[in-house]
């Protein structure tokens, strides 16, 4: 008789079974609280799965699964990692870019001028009072340049 | 370069200058009446070589500057720079007007030991 899974013997038939294999059903007897169905004990082996060898089958099938799916997981996780690693870098390659022609931009829209004549005046003090020089200066600057020398002087 | 030397290249590029009328307003104002005898002997030297009415009139009829100066060492300057013009016409006619018209008696007398000098010289 077979409910569902479970499958019952009766301990008669099974006394008739040859010794070594009462022996053997005897040590797989795993049945301490003596549970019986219709005055018949039932066997510890009943409880177990008719499907045993393939539930381990199952199990490394199932170990598998889990061990694949860490895998797709990490490697889910570690292309988000990825992504989000790679996002930073393009946005700051983006700013990177946009900051020099930014830079480019506001060079090309500045004007620089070099004021050859205070570089020199700077190297050379004495340059902008050779006679050359004050020639070309005003008669208000030359008057200034000789005012701001007078105290001096004195 | 020291102030001094700075101040005479001031003078000397007054006196080429194109503006030749501030130019001379500036040497009259500042250089004439400088302490330092150096100064007003360049400046003194340099209104004579522009050879101008105005630049002579400022060595020749004003008190205490040019030929009329105290320092013998200027006026004297003054008047070797004055013998030195090729062009002494409009000097000559100036110290003329002054001898005859200055109301000073020391600035008549110089200017006619000065037009001696230069209708010897000439």
Redesign the interface.
């Known amino acids: 008789m077979e409910i569902g899974k479970i499958s019952l013997h009766k301990t008669n038939s099974a006394q008739k079974v040859n010794s070594q294999n009462k022996a053997s059903e005897n040590k797989l007897t795993t049945n301490p609280f003596g549970v019986s169905f219709k005055g018949n004990v039932i066997q510890a082996d009943v409880f177990e799965s008719t499907k045993k060898a393939s539930a381990n089958n199952n199990g490394i099938a199932e170990k598998s699964k889990l061990f694949a799916s860490a895998v797709v997981s990490g490697i889910n996780n570690f292309n988000e990692a990825f992504k989000s690693r790679m996002n930073s870098v393009v946005s700051f390659g983006k700013k990177i870019t946009k900051n020099v022609f930014d830079t480019i931009e506001r060079v090309g829209n500045t004007e620089i001028t070099f004021d050859m004549e205070g570089i020199k005046n700077k190297l050379f003090p004495d340059r902008q009072y050779s006679v050359k020089n004050l020639t070309n200066k005003s008669v208000g600057e030359l008057k200034d340049l000789w005012v701001n020398l007078t105290p001096q002087q004195a | 370069?020291d102030?001094?030397?700075?101040?005479k290249?001031?003078i000397?590029?007054?006196g080429?200058?194109k503006?030749s009328k501030?130019?001379i307003?500036?040497l009259t104002e500042?250089g004439t009446n400088?302490?330092?005898d150096e100064i007003r002997e360049l400046t003194a030297q340099t209104l004579i070589r522009k050879n101008t009415h105005d630049s002579l009139r400022v060595v020749l009829i004003s008190k205490g500057k040019g030929i009329n100066d105290l320092s013998a060492r200027v006026a004297m300057s003054s008047i070797n720079e004055l013998l030195a013009l090729k062009d002494k016409s409009e000097a000559i006619k100036i110290l003329d007007d002054t001898i005859k018209m200055h109301s000073e008696e020391d600035v008549r007398n110089t200017a006619r030991s000065v037009r001696a000098l230069m209708t010897f010289s000439s």
């Open positions: 370069m102030n001094n030397k700075k101040i290249n001031i000397q590029a007054l080429e200058h503006d501030d130019a307003e500036l500042i400088s302490p330092d």
